[in-house]
Structure formats: structure tokens, C-alpha cells
């Protein structure tokens, strides 16, 4: 199966796709039974820091996605993984690596959640008030747009203020 490859940031320089390992990311798409879905901010310090996107992390040498899915949401949110599916594959190019993007529904978790890195949450709803929305977040907005049903923007993009 050959994904689609998506550009973030395409004005901003980077290696030679030949000189880039591929970075595998499991990603959680937590979905409350009102059809709320949890978006958490990265946390400072991080690349892309205040951005708004769905939970995870990288695979570890050896894990499966739904090992890494379970591990990541653990570690980030405090939360365990009940009953996920395997969803959508996603290839992101940012100009700092180039990433695998691995979503998985999250339809059942137990325990309450804790932003263990000190991101944001938010339970949103099409389209998401937050912002900004990291790049390799816009496709799955659009994947929970087209299985909703919704028309219209998913997400809106801030415009610095003009001096």
C-alpha cells in the first residue's frame, strides 16, 4: 500500500528525502461516546511547541502500533487503551523528520485523564476551536468531517495582526 506523502512547512529547507529515516508514530484518536474528540497541545521544549494535534508517539524498537498507541497514552495522558482500531496511515514530511503517522481509533479508556507533560486538552467538535492545528492533524479532521457527514471548515488558521 503506497501513502500519500503530505508536506508541512514546505517553504522551510530540509535534507534529501534519501537521507531521512522514517519515523513510525502511533496516534490516538480518543472519540467520547457525544462525538467529542480529544485534542492535547505539545508541550514546550518540543518541536512544534503550542500546537494542537491527536495524542502518541514513536514506535520503540520491537513494538507493534497498538503497543506504542497503549505505552504513549499511558505515559502522556494516564490513561489505559480498552478497545482501539486501527484506522488511517499518514505520511508527513516536517521539516525536522519524516514520520509515519499510524491512527488509531480509541473507542474505550479507562482511568481519568492527566496531561502528564503539561499539554493542553480539549474535547472538540468540527470544526475545532483550537489553534493552531499541526499539519499532520488536518487530514483526520477531514477523515471525521467525510465519515460525519459535516460541510465547511474543519479548522480555522490564525493571521498574525497587521502593524
Given at each position: 500500500m503506497t501513502v500519500p506523502l503530505r508536506v508541512a512547512d514546505p517553504?522551510?529547507?530540509r535534507p534529501s528525502?534519501?537521507?531521512r529515516t522514517v519515523v513510525d508514530v502511533a496516534v490516538g484518536v480518543l472519540v467520547a461516546s457525544d462525538g467529542h474528540f480529544l485534542l492535547t497541545s505539545r508541550p514546550p521544549g518540543k518541536v512544534y511547541a503550542g500546537y494542537w494535534e491527536f495524542p502518541g508517539g514513536k514506535l520503540e524498537a520491537g513494538e507493534t502500533v497498538k503497543q506504542a498507541l497503549r505505552r504513549e497514552l499511558h505515559e502522556e495522558l494516564g490513561i489505559e487503551v480498552e478497545?482501539?482500531?486501527s484506522w488511517k496511515v499518514e505520511m508527513m514530511d516536517y521539516p525536522h523528520?519524516?514520520?509515519r503517522l499510524h491512527f488509531c481509533k480509541v473507542l474505550a479508556w479507562s482511568g481519568a485523564l492527566e496531561m502528564?507533560?503539561?499539554q493542553g486538552f480539549s474535547w472538540e467538535l468540527l470544526p475545532v476551536a483550537v489553534q493552531p492545528v499541526l499539519p499532520g492533524t488536518v487530514?483526520?479532521?477531514q477523515w471525521l468531517a467525510e465519515e460525519r457527514g459535516y460541510q465547511g471548515a474543519t479548522?480555522?488558521?490564525a493571521?498574525?495582526?497587521i502593524r
Open positions: 517553504h522551510i529547507e528525502h534519501n537521507l478497545q482501539s482500531i523528520a519524516l514520520v502528564r507533560e503539561l487530514p483526520v479532521l479548522h480555522f488558521v493571521v498574525p495582526a
